[in-house]
């Protein structure tokens, strides 16, 4: 019953994930942003780590969520709509995949030594030891995170802003 759940959850994490990118529609995105975090969730659960679970849906679902489509409100949706692929964009994204999977290929080669520290985080459920393994052996991971967040609240601010000519 397990191997269902998990199949299920990642099943749908994929169609959602393809859903956020080749909607055109920013909401429809952002719901199937909203469908991939609770399937998140769902494997947290499966995995047994209940605090991630309810954090994942509480503070991603729910806050974060609300803050995009806030921003997707502010901007000009009409102009987004129309607007085709550009050279750039392709060659960024394209930039930004290479980037991702070189840091993930980096990552898994050291997954091997964090698995006892997280495994003593899974086994005691406990937000202490979550909480120093988040801030101890993952503390430059959390802060690339802080910092990807600024970058795209700031890419929001500039998407946002009306033209000034």
Known sequence: MENFFFWTFVLAMIGSGIGVIANKNPVASAMNLVLMIICIAGLFVLLGAYFLAAVQVLVYAGAVMVLFLFIIMLLDLKAEQQANFRMLGIIGGF?????????FFLAGKNITSLVGKTDNVIQNNSIKALGELLFGNYALAFEAVGVLLLISMIGVIILSKKDLD
């Open 95 to 103: 930039l930004t995949v290479l980037l991702l999977g070189i840091g």
